[in-house]
């Protein structure tokens, strides 16, 4: 049972960013490494191994460009607990993901949600995702839809409802957060956002480094 300083020329495009993206949750077996293996691998094994930590990457174009996304799927659950705060205060952009068959991991996501505002201040603007997991467990679903909008709704936050066995939406979680992550960080010249990168040719290639926890 789970427990859940950037410069720019006016005439070059700007530089590669180094971002890093976080899918936070405190529960164990809600599907974070399923998502994360479905969207770079686009893979599913039934087995459900606890995280120890895994780093994965893969390219996805956004917009015409490309952008390499770096991805640590970090341990859950009691780990999670003294490592969150790290985390948070290095990550730009975060997931939370929660299982649609187990009604207290939404519960759980909520505390990270505020331990995120807490830590990053509540005008950071932090791009951020809801995700409720494991969408083709019909049967089994504890979550109700009603439920998740009016608890969105007053979080102000995007959400989806995905199924990494069935591959449904897992690819509009990451693209939802990259555009968020891209508009909310283009113009800031601070050193929150870290440049790597070099320009070849007219495309720009960004290197987005994402933690999933």
């Given amino acids: 049972m789970p427990s ?7 005439n070059a495009p700007p530089p590669s960013k180094h971002i ?15 998502l994360t293996v479905r969207f770079v691998k686009n893979s599913f094994n039934e087995a459900y191994n606890p995280t120890i930590e895994e780093t994965y990457r893969r390219d996805i174009f956004l917009d015409g460009e490309r952008f390499t996304i770096e991805i640590i799927d970090t341990a859950g659950a009691e780990q999670f607990t003294a490592l969150n705060e790290g985390y948070i205060k290095a990550g730009h952009g975060f997931v939370l993901v929660f299982s649609l068959t187990y009604e207290s991991s939404l519960r759980e996501i909520d505390d990270i949600r505020q331990q995120i505002a807490r830590i990053k201040g509540p005008d950071a603007h932090v791009p951020i995702v809801v995700v409720g997991t494991k969408l083709d467990l019909v049967h089994e679903r504890e979550v109700t839809r009603d439920k998740i909008r009016q608890l969105v709704n007053e979080w102000g936050l995007p959400f989806y409802e995905t199924s990494a066995k069935q591959n449904w939406h897992v690819t509009d979680v990451f693209q939802d957060l990259l555009m968020q992550m891209r508009d909310r960080y283009k113009n800031e010249a601070a050193a929150q956002v ?6 070849a040719k007219r495309k720009v290639k960004r290197r987005d480094h994402c933690v999933i926890m």
Avoid: D, E, I
């Fill in 4 to 10: 859940s300083s950037v410069v720019s020329s006016l």
């Fill in 20 to 34: 890093q993206l976080t899918s936070a949750t405190v529960a164990g077996g809600v599907g974070k490494s399923a």
């Fill in 194 to 199: 870290l440049l790597q990168g070099t320009q």
